[in-house]
């Protein structure tokens, strides 16, 4: 939601040996949305986890389970993830030959729809879309791997996602995925993200709740630097 941060811990860092016991630390320590990363090992080169996981996990918390496919043909999974307990779904634009057709798909089956461009992709790919969904996330990493380091150079898209947002009087939330940890919480917002995803940053450290915060207070930082411009 534009003017309100979120923390999205991702749970490709968490121990998977004890995942609903990660999960639900992460919600105890101030997470407000699960981000959970599916990977087919063909639009990305690493494999994560599939619907059984999102359907392990979804009796243990209450918080938004934010489902990022980082998969080809991904209207061919939607019902499953949604059957599982997704309550929103993104798509990369890649691997979408209609997105509009795909988005409508994941809205038909009563969930939230997000696009996502990896970080070659120009943010002009998904500018046919912006009226259809309720997130953008654009890659600070190239998709497949956590604990990769931030690209600074994808800020010019959130800038411009920003703008046009307030031009064009639509609501999408702003995402941001990929080496983002306390250090560069409040540029990212600074420059138009509001739902900040990390892995490494929150599942790395012993104390979950103590990560979020430090992510948390950097963010809001930037929402201020940002409500002065
Ligand atoms: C990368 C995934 C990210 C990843 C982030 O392909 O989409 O969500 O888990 O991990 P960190 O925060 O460690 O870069
Ligand atoms: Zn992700």
């Not at 860092?13 to 407000?32: K, R, S, Y």
């Not at 998904?126 to 791997?145: A, T, Y």
């Not at 800038?159 to 939330?173: I, M, V």
Request: charged share 25%; glycine share 10%; with cysteine.
């Amino acid at each position: 939601m534009p003017g309100t941060v979120q923390i999205a811990p991702s749970i490709l860092a968490a121990d998977f040996g004890h995942l609903g016991a990660e999960v639900q630390a992460a919600e105890a320590g101030g997470a407000d949305l699960i981000h959970v990363d599916v990977m087919d090992g063909h639009f990305v080169p690493n494999i994560s986890l599939g619907p059984v996981v999102v359907e392990g996990i979804r009796p243990v918390t209450k918080l938004e389970l934010d489902v990022h496919l980082m998969i080809e043909s991904p209207w061919e999974y939607l019902e499953a993830f949604a059957e599982a307990g997704a309550d929103s779904i993104t798509v990369h634009v890649e691997a979408c030959p209609d997105p509009a057709d795909t988005l409508g798909r994941i809205h038909a089956l009563g969930k939230r729809a997000g696009i996502v461009m990896s970080p070659p992709t120009p943010v002009e790919s998904v500018e046919p879309f912006l009226e259809q969904v309720e997130r953008v996330l654009v890659m600070s990493v190239n998709p497949g791997f956590g604990g990769q380091s931030f690209m600074p150079e994808v800020l010019t898209k959130t800038d411009t996602l920003s703008r046009w947002r307030r031009e064009r009087g639509l609501t999408y939330d702003i995402e941001i995925d990929g080496g983002i940890k306390a250090a560069n919480s409040r540029q990212v917002v600074e420059r138009g993200a509001e739902t900040l995803v990390a892995g490494s940053a929150i599942f790395g450290g012993d104390d979950y709740g103590e990560r979020i915060r430090a992510m948390r207070a950097e963010a809001e930082a930037g929402l201020a630097d940002r409500s002065r411009d």
